[in-house]
């Protein structure tokens, strides 16, 4: 695998490549860098790998609770992504977001109890949506929709309508359904 097809394919490709262009202007060796980043975790559910379940990767970004950072999430995506998202939407504008969406993403399964606005906002942008009771559910469903190389994304772009469960509780139930359905897989 080359240099940059380690960054890119990286569990934490848009913090590592910007550390690793750092690291190059300090000539700091390659095969250094590269190392380095089997080593290095990101903050806690942003981008964070999860695992790869059947040849498709499961990435969980619960912190993205605003359409900024699931823009930031989407631009730095090298493969077609089944993206989970939803949950309180207090009027979320998602222009913003079109343009990523339409160029990355291959299925919408929304979560939330109105999910009138997000499936409104992607209707023409996503070749598939659907809607889901639970987070658990979503997984299940974009697992279906996967298919080989693709990405399964959990970045809400907005808060859980539940207010007493954070972006850690959610982002944590995330990892739980992907561990789960690992485990299915593997008996």
Same mark, same amino acid.
């Given at each position: 695998?080359?240099?940059?097809?380690?960054?890119?394919?990286?569990?934490? %490709?848009?913090?590592?490549?910007?550390?690793?262009?750092?690291?190059?202007?300090?000539?700091?060796?390659?095969?250094?860098? *590269?190392?380095?980043? %089997?080593?290095?975790?990101?903050?806690?559910?942003?981008?964070?790998?999860?695992?790869?379940?059947?040849?498709?990767?499961?990435?969980?970004?619960?912190?993205?609770?605003?359409?900024?950072?699931?823009?930031?999430?989407?631009?730095?995506?090298?493969?077609?992504?089944?993206?989970?998202?939803?949950?309180?939407?207090?009027?979320?504008?998602?222009?913003?977001?079109?343009? %990523?969406?339409?160029?990355?993403?291959? +299925?919408?399964?929304?979560?939330? *109890?109105?999910?009138?606005?997000? *499936?409104? +906002?992607?209707? *023409? +942008?996503?070749?598939?949506?659907?809607?889901?009771?639970?987070?658990?559910?979503?997984?299940?469903?974009?697992?279906?929709?996967?298919?080989?190389?693709?990405?399964?994304?959990? %970045?809400?772009?907005?808060?859980?309508?539940?207010?007493?469960?954070?972006?850690?509780?959610?982002?944590?139930?995330?990892?739980?359904?992907?561990? +789960?359905?690992?485990?299915?897989?593997?008996?």
């Amino acid at each position: 695998m080359t240099y940059l097809e380690t960054l890119t394919n990286s569990r934490h %490709s848009s913090e590592s490549m910007a550390q690793s262009l750092n690291a190059m202007i300090l000539d700091i060796r390659k095969e250094n860098i *590269k190392r380095s980043l %089997s080593d290095w975790d990101t903050v806690g559910h942003r981008q964070a790998y999860v695992a790869t379940i059947d040849d498709v990767m499961y990435y969980d970004d619960s912190k993205a609770e605003n359409v900024n950072a699931t823009w930031f999430t989407m631009e730095n995506l090298v493969r077609p992504v089944v993206w989970i998202a939803g949950g309180n939407d207090t009027l979320t504008d998602y222009s913003e977001l079109r343009k %990523s969406v339409r160029e990355n993403v291959r +299925a919408l399964v929304c979560i939330g *109890k109105d999910n009138s606005r997000i *499936k409104e +906002a992607f209707s *023409k +942008a996503v070749g598939e949506i659907y809607e889901a009771k639970s987070l658990e559910e979503a997984v299940n469903v974009a697992t279906l929709l996967a298919k080989k190389d693709d990405i399964v994304l959990f %970045s809400p772009a907005s808060h859980s309508e539940n207010r007493r469960e954070n972006f850690e509780k959610r982002g944590q139930r995330f990892i739980e359904s992907v561990k +789960a359905l690992q485990n299915e897989r593997h008996q």
